[in-house]
């Protein structure tokens, strides 16, 4: 900015005075006499149909802007390797200070616990928020535990790790048997449904959640209690596509709910496989108009997954009916 502000400057101090000293020694012509001190006006000019800009080439040129800018915004290679090595430390100081404060709200936790009464109001609350950290705590073990098992060559691998939840589910187990007062039993009750269910306690799980629709029927959870019962019934040994149906119908009641793209994209799928191919059809083109609105809080990503998945039963549902015509393709 500097630069284009003192520019115009440094070239009149500069140049101006030496054109000013050849003017000066320069005779006067007769035509320059004649005249006098009198200066003639410049010609007017015209811009033409031609020269005028048009809306279409202005908007070429802003167009042509954008691109000089995102051009100019482009990050040398070596600048962007030193810039990702500073953001992977700046990441990894962070980590380690989140670790730091959650083993200090840990322990502070673990104290109050053990010399707090059963029947203190405030127990059930600091159960829950233990248990969310031992959570973490396991979520991470596992997850260095399985990539350590990935990189084991694939003839020499053992059983692939498991996640090991007893520890914070022991804590929720508490608030559950001990304190059904607590307000946020339902929340109990789900986190507790969530990890039975990534255990594989399937049955543990569903009673979980079928106990949330029963006791809590206004809970924020119950969208997540529906979803739960369909995919028990989607996925079993023995699908039952019917129940799983009416399970996806009832989260369809929640269309502000992040699942409701999925049991939308399912709800198709039982309907392909319970043999109303046409209804399939049309609900996972409805799939697509879902995904596009972007109302729901997914990632481009997982929309642009869910629909390839959309297209791809799409495709076998006409492919699979004989019925169906080019036209109706």
């Known amino acids: ?164 939840y007893k520890k914070p589910r022991a804590r929720f187990l508490r608030v559950l048997k001990n304190h059904k007062a607590f307000p946020q039993y339902d929340l109990a009750l789900y986190i507790d449904g969530f990890l039975a269910s990534e255990e594989g306690e399937h049955d543990q799980a569903l009673g979980r959640f079928n106990k949330i629709l029963e006791w809590f029927p206004q809970s924020r959870f119950v969208p997540d209690a529906h979803m739960m019962r369909a995919e028990h019934e989607f996925t079993k040994d023995s699908p039952d596509y019917d129940n799983a149906y009416r399970e996806y119908e009832e989260v369809l009641k929640y269309p502000d709910t992040e699942l409701y793209d999925l049991a939308l994209f399912k709800s198709a799928w039982t309907l392909w496989r319970l043999g109303k191919t046409e209804e399939a059809a049309r609900r996972f083109l409805k799939v697509f108009q879902s995904t596009e609105e972007g109302s729901r809080k997914r990632t481009r990503g997982e929309l ?9 039963n799409l495709v076998a549902v006409f492919v699979e009916d004989e019925q169906n015509s080019a036209e109706d393709m």
Do not use: C, Y
């Open 1 to 164: 900015m500097r630069s284009r502000v003192f520019a115009p400057v440094l070239f009149f101090a500069l140049v101006a005075p030496a054109r000013l000293l050849a003017a000066e020694a320069k005779p006067e012509t007769p035509a320059m006499a004649r005249e006098g001190s009198r200066i003639k006006p410049a010609a007017e000019r015209q811009l033409g149909p031609k020269n005028r800009p048009t809306i279409k080439k202005k908007a070429e040129l802003r167009a042509d802007d954008r691109r000089n800018v995102r051009v100019s915004l482009q990050i040398p290679s070596a600048l962007r390797s030193v810039l990702a090595r500073k953001i992977d430390k700046r990441i990894g100081r962070n980590v380690a200070q989140m670790r730091a404060l959650r083993s200090e709200a840990h322990a502070l936790l673990e104290k109050f616990i053990n010399e707090s009464e059963e029947s203190s109001p405030e127990l059930p609350e600091a159960l829950l928020r233990i248990g969310e950290l031992e959570w973490e705590e396991s979520r991470e073990a596992f997850l260095v535990e399985f990539q350590r098992w990935e990189k084991i060559p694939a003839d020499r691998r053992g059983d692939p790790p498991i996640q090991d």
């Open 304 to 312: 642009a997954e869910l629909q390839a998945e959309a297209l791809k």
